[in-house]
């Protein structure tokens, strides 16, 4: 079975603000990710700039930090209602869009977050969305991916309070960077993690280029 986009939507649409008010602030306390997160805009900076896109934004915290450090970034997500609040709770512009078919031209970006957001996606549509991300990053262009490390499949009824029918499938760092290269991108650092407070999950980081 493929990316059931409606039900994800669906579901996210209806946690977006309880999301949001959990979620926005997260990096205050993880400074792995910061570091990481500053050094893709400091690859998009000494590559001459250019636009940035956070994919699978959310309420868009991770391209807000990216924007703090001096980078143009747009927000992109399933949900209509994740994107409003990315627009008006912090200043992002933000569109709506599949990760297996991004709403972006090709080769126009200088680079790409996507944290948490292959992990609804089976393998083939895992498959679909990396070769979009390498079909829009243009030649020399970074992309930071994170997922939760594992190799299970945790599905919720019920979040924050609200029903919803939603999958977060873990990956191998393996798994993660076959992916990845197999759509054309050069792996060029890898990094796990111990879950930090608040967390249940490791995670893996893999800074990939065009």
Not at 32 to 55: F, N, Q, T
Not at 76 to 103: E, F, H, N, Q, Y
Not at 160 to 171: G, L, M, Q
Request: glycine letters at 10%.
């Amino acid at each position: 079975m493929g990316f059931d986009g409606e039900r994800t939507r669906v579901s996210y649409d209806r946690v977006a603000e309880a999301y949001a008010d959990r979620f926005l602030d997260e990096l205050e306390g993880k400074p792995i990710d910061r570091a990481l997160l500053g050094l893709v805009a400091e690859d998009v900076a000494r590559s001459g700039g250019g636009l940035v896109a956070d994919l699978g934004a959310g309420p868009g915290q991770i391209g807000a930090y990216v924007r703090e450090r001096g980078a143009k970034v747009v927000s992109l997500d399933l949900s209509p209602a994740m994107a409003t609040i990315a627009r008006c709770r912090l200043g992002l512009p933000a569109a709506v869009g599949s990760l297996t078919a991004l709403p972006v031209a090709t080769g126009s970006l200088a680079g790409a977050t996507a944290f948490y957001t292959l992990i609804h996606l089976v393998d083939a549509d895992v498959a679909r969305a990396a070769a979009e991300i390498a079909r829009v990053l243009r030649p020399g262009g970074v992309v930071l991916v994170a997922v939760h490390l594992g190799d299970e499949v945790r599905h919720l009824d019920e979040w924050f309070d609200a029903p919803v029918d939603v999958d977060f499938r873990f990956f191998t760092t393996a798994q993660l960077v076959d992916q990845l290269t197999a759509a054309g991108l050069s792996v060029e650092a890898v990094l796990e993690r111990a879950p930090q407070a608040e967390e249940s999950t490791r995670r893996t980081y893999v800074l990939a280029r065009r």
